[in-house]
Every structure is written in structure tokens, then in C-alpha cells.
């Protein structure tokens, strides 16, 4: 029963990562035309009630989200709207093979933010693994050399602020369900949108100098039909792939399912060649193959333990 427990588990979170792998897929389509607050908002729109529905199906009633707590979860969404925000931004000028990759340098950032923060203790194979990771990112990233590109720091900003708001899960978790989490953090991606294109809808301060920088300040554009329908899909792949997630991690165990997650980068590379024709080049893969193994070893050591995840690709 266990092993066939921990076998759905590993199913659900797989399809869950191909899932939102297609939101990647969109959002790095509509870069060019679009402003990333836009196709926030609209985003956020559409998952609000899929997370309610979500809440209802695994709480089984909604007031969960208004426990005392709700003023927490809210602010910890903010984590979650920096790592959403930056690792587009990134998108917009990197292959998404490089961009997934420096993403998972968020178990690392874990790993260390666990250790300051929550007072964990890391074993000398985790921090071992962890610097091995941040050399990955060095061989990507190229940092001093005329393949430097700068928006390749946004993935690692990103994942940065996905590992505070998981660290900010831990302690939250004791009191406060995932689904609730997850729908204030849908909450609080709403209300930065809904900000950021108060400041940036008009166009008036649009700078298209650079990929990243224009899919941030780009003002609200008219979709197309089709168009719109893939920013509103946008919430429901949200929605979706937050279901098969938060399903896997609960019915099986974390450190049976976690180190799949890393299935991200076959589709990360899959539609990077297929659609834009990128691949890594020698140094990238060899990057990329550090920072998942550092990623592994961090995820599978044993005080490391893995949050439930609330979408924050």
C-alpha cells in the first residue's frame, strides 16, 4: 500500500511539473508583446477561484484562510511574488534550459536559509553540496566574460525568494494549511500585479532597451483573442499544477517525490529546442548536471527537510 502510495505520489508530482512547465512555455511566448504585471493579474484572477476550490477539497470547509493568521500568510506571499516576478523576468532574455537550471539553486538557498534563519543544523555533505551548486551557477552564469548576460542573476534572485517563502512555510504550517497558504499567496501575487501596473499600465515609462526590463515596465496591451486565452490559462495551469503537487507531497513521503521535480529541466530543454532551438552549450550542461546533483544531495540529506509546494514556478 505504501510503496503503491509513494508510486501516485511520483506520477501526481510529475504531471504536475510538465504542467506547469507549459506555463513557462506561454509566459516566455507573450514576453515580447506583453507586460509580465498583465498577464499577472489576469493570472490571479483566473486561479482565485480554483483556489478556493482547492481549499474546500482539502480542508474540506473555507475558513481556514481566515485564521488568525492570514496576515502572515499574505506577507510570506511576498517571498512568492519576488521568485515568480524575477524568474520571468529572466525568461524573457535567457533559454529556459539555463533559466530552470538556476532556479534549483532554491534547495541551496534552503539549505542556508534554514541554517540562519530557523537554526537548523547542515551537514558537511549539504554545505559541501550547496558551494558545489553555486559553482554550477558560476559556469552558467559566466560571470566576467563576454557571454555575461546580467538578466541571468533574476533565476537566482528568484530563487532566493522561493526558499524564504518556503523557510517561512515551516513554521507557518504548524498552525495554517497549505491550500490556505497557497490562496493567500495567490492573493498577494493579485494585489503586487494590480500594483505593479498602477505604475507601469499606462506605458509611460516602458523601456524596451532589454528583454527583462521591457517585459516589466511594458504598458497594458489590447490582447488578441487567443492571446488572452493563454494568459487566463495561465491560472488554470496555476491551479492544476498546484493540485497534482500539494496531492504528491501528501500522500507520499518528501524525500521519495522532491528529487523529481528535477524532471523541469527535460521539459525546460525540450521546449527551448523545439520552439526557440536553444540548447546549452558544453560549460552550460556541465552547470546544469552540478547544480542538479548539489540539488539532490541537499534534498536527500537527512535534515533537510521539503516543504509542501504552493506553486511558485
Request: proline share 5%; charged share 10%; net charge neutral.
Amino acid at each position: 500500500m505504501r510503496a503503491s502510495a509513494t508510486l501516485q505520489g511520483i506520477l501526481a508530482l510529475v504531471a504536475g511539473i510538465a504542467v506547469f512547465s507549459v506555463q513557462d512555455l506561454i509566459l516566455k511566448q507573450l514576453s515580447g508583446n506583453y507586460p509580465l504585471h498583465q498577464a499577472m493579474v489576469l493570472r490571479s484572477l483566473v486561479a482565485l477561484p480554483f483556489h478556493l476550490a482547492i481549499v474546500w477539497w482539502f480542508d474540506g470547509r473555507l475558513s481556514t484562510i481566515l485564521t488568525p493568521g492570514w496576515r502572515k500568510m499574505l506577507g510570506r506571499g511576498l517571498f512568492g511574488f519576488v521568485a515568480y516576478t524575477a524568474y520571468y523576468l529572466g525568461l524573457a532574455t535567457m533559454p529556459m534550459a539555463d533559466t530552470v537550471a538556476l532556479f534549483f539553486t532554491g534547495p541551496l538557498f534552503i539549505t542556508i536559509a534554514a541554517a540562519v534563519l530557523l537554526g537548523e543544523r547542515v551537514s558537511l555533505t549539504a554545505a559541501s553540496a550547496v558551494a558545489a551548486g553555486f559553482f554550477g551557477v558560476l559556469l552558467i552564469v559566466k560571470p566576467g566574460t563576454a557571454g555575461f548576460e546580467i538578466a541571468a542573476l533574476l533565476p537566482v534572485l528568484g530563487a532566493l525568494g522561493y526558499a524564504l517563502s518556503m523557510v517561512a512555510a515551516r513554521p507557518l504550517g504548524r498552525t495554517e494549511s497549505a491550500a490556505a497558504m497557497a490562496f493567500w499567496g495567490n492573493a498577494c501575487f493579485l494585489l503586487c500585479a494590480l500594483g505593479l501596473s498602477a505604475v507601469y499600465g499606462s506605458g509611460t515609462l516602458a523601456e524596451e532597451s532589454h528583454p527583462s526590463l521591457a517585459f516589466l515596465t511594458r504598458g497594458w496591451v489590447t490582447p488578441s483573442g487567443t492571446d488572452l486565452a493563454l494568459m487566463a490559462a495561465c491560472g488554470l495551469i496555476a491551479a492544476v499544477g498546484l493540485t497534482l503537487l500539494t496531492h504528491a507531497y501528501r500522500i507520499a513521503p518528501s524525500s521519495a517525490v522532491a528529487p523529481f521535480e528535477y524532471s523541469f529541466m527535460f521539459w525546460a530543454v525540450l521546449w527551448g529546442w523545439l520552439v526557440w532551438g536553444d540548447l546549452p552549450d558544453p560549460v552550460g550542461w556541465l552547470g546544469i548536471a552540478v547544480i542538479i546533483g548539489a540539488g539532490l544531495v541537499v534534498i536527500r540529506s537527512p535534515q533537510n527537510g521539503k516543504a509542501a509546494p504552493e506553486g511558485a514556478a
